[in-house]
């Protein structure tokens, strides 16, 4: 794919960018839609709750009734939250790598992204480092960024728990500073971070279309000023 855009290709950043801009906006359509279906669901649950809190003589604690409808809550929307979570995420790293894609073909350095043993966002910042000498880490949000990075690792491969130790209290778990000030989300006593607004999903949406293009602007320059080797016969 490099190859031919190197060949037939008159290099659009501005296009480029415009085209990322437009998945982020479907995504943020997407998310307005799942909010309305939630928002039915939430009426419709609190009419249970009703139904059960006038059903039976037995009172509950306060506390332990916000609780459980808390929980309830969270787990009605975790399915909802973390699908769009992962497809945010998603498009930010398939935009970036194919960015990388595309420039290699402009590259007089024989580098190639496929190479790197690393995945996803990880993959890029070692390409990119090793064509452009750019350090994505020192970008603008890239701290940002890489929390939602783990947040999707959590979300994948734990089941959306901070819980990786045993053995020692949530608060001593390596990953719950990173969300216990977050007003977006709640960990649970189980240690399973929920997103509680989805205001969480459209940050990240807008901070990846930023942090990509900050990415093509530090890296487009430099492609301008690299002569296109000739092609191979």
Not at 81 to 104: P, Q
Not at 110 to 132: E, M, P, T, W
Request: some cysteine; hydrophobic content about 40%; overall charge negative.
């Amino acid at each position: 794919m490099a190859n031919y855009f190197k060949d037939n290709f008159d290099w659009d950043f501005g296009l480029f960018l415009s085209n990322i801009q437009l998945v982020a906006s479907k995504v943020s359509d997407s998310i307005v839609r799942f909010n309305e279906c939630l928002k039915s669901q939430s009426d419709a649950m609190s009419e249970d709750v009703e139904i059960i809190e006038d059903f039976g003589t037995a009172k509950m604690p306060g506390d332990l009734a916000a609780s459980l409808i808390s929980l309830m809550k969270n787990l009605k929307n975790e399915v909802f939250y973390n699908s769009l979570l992962i497809t945010a995420y998603s498009y930010l790293e398939f935009s970036l790598i194919e960015y990388c894609k595309l420039i290699e073909g402009y590259l007089t350095k024989d580098i190639r992204i496929a190479r790197y043993k690393q995945s996803g966002i990880l993959k890029a910042k070692f390409f990119l480092h090793d064509a452009f000498d750019l350090d994505i880490s020192d970008l603008e949000n890239w701290n940002q960024i890489d929390a939602f990075r783990i947040h999707r690792n959590i979300i994948i491969h734990n089941n959306s728990s901070i819980l990786y130790k045993q053995n020692r209290r949530l608060q001593e778990q390596k990953y719950f500073g990173l969300f216990a000030d977050n007003k977006s989300v709640e960990i649970a006593e189980s240690g399973r971070v929920f997103i509680s607004d989805s205001k969480y999903i459209d940050s990240l949406l807008a901070l990846s279309t930023h942090f990509l293009a900050n990415i093509i602007e530090a890296t487009k320059g430099k492609v301008e000023t690299y002569q296109v080797p000739p092609n191979e016969e």
